[in-house]
C-alpha cells in the first residue's frame, strides 16, 4: 500500500511562486512514477506533470510547460513541483498521485492509472 502525502500550497500573488511536494510512502525508490493533477469542482481531473522516478523522465501539461518543473529527490523519495509564474488560472486544488512502476511517457498523463492519491492542496493564485 502506497501512502501519499502532500504539502506546500497556499495563497500567492500572480507571478509569485509555490512549490509542491509529494512523498509516496511505500513506494519502492526508483521503481515509480508520481504526478500530479488539479481540480476544480465540476471538472474533470487535469494532469499537470509528472515523473518517472526511475530515471527522472518529466511530462507536463502544455499549460504549464516552461513555468512548472517536476523532479524527484531520490533520496528523500519525494517529488517536488516547483511552480513559477503562477497566474489565476492555476488556481485548484492539486493532487499527487503515485503508480508502482515506470510508465511509459505517454501514459503518465492517465489519471485512471493511478490508485494511489493524496488527499490534495490548495493553490489559491489571486492579488
Known amino acids: 500500500q502506497v501512502q501519499v502525502t502532500e504539502s506546500g500550497g497556499g495563497l500567492v500573488q500572480p507571478g509569485g511562486s509555490l512549490r509542491l511536494s509529494c512523498a509516496p510512502s511505500?513506494?519502492?525508490?526508483?521503481?515509480?512514477?508520481v504526478a500530479w493533477f488539479r481540480q476544480d469542482p465540476g471538472k474533470e481531473r487535469e494532469f499537470v506533470a509528472g515523473?518517472?522516478?526511475?530515471?527522472?523522465?518529466?511530462k507536463y501539461a502544455d499549460s504549464v510547460r516552461f513555468r512548472f518543473t517536476i523532479s524527484r529527490d531520490k533520496v528523500e523519495n519525494t517529488v517536488h513541483l516547483q511552480m513559477n509564474n503562477l497566474k489565476p488560472e492555476d488556481t485548484s486544488v492539486y493532487y499527487c498521485?503515485?503508480?508502482?512502476?515506470?510508465?511509459?511517457?505517454?501514459?503518465?498523463?492517465?489519471?485512471?492509472?493511478?490508485?494511489?492519491w493524496g488527499q490534495g492542496t490548495q493553490v489559491t493564485v489571486s492579488s
Open positions: 498521485a503515485a503508480y508502482k512502476g515506470n510508465l511509459i511517457v505517454g501514459a503518465i498523463s492517465t489519471p485512471t492509472l493511478y490508485d494511489n
Open positions: 515523473i518517472r522516478t526511475g530515471d527522472g523522465h518529466p
Open positions: 511505500g513506494l519502492t525508490r526508483g521503481a515509480g512514477t
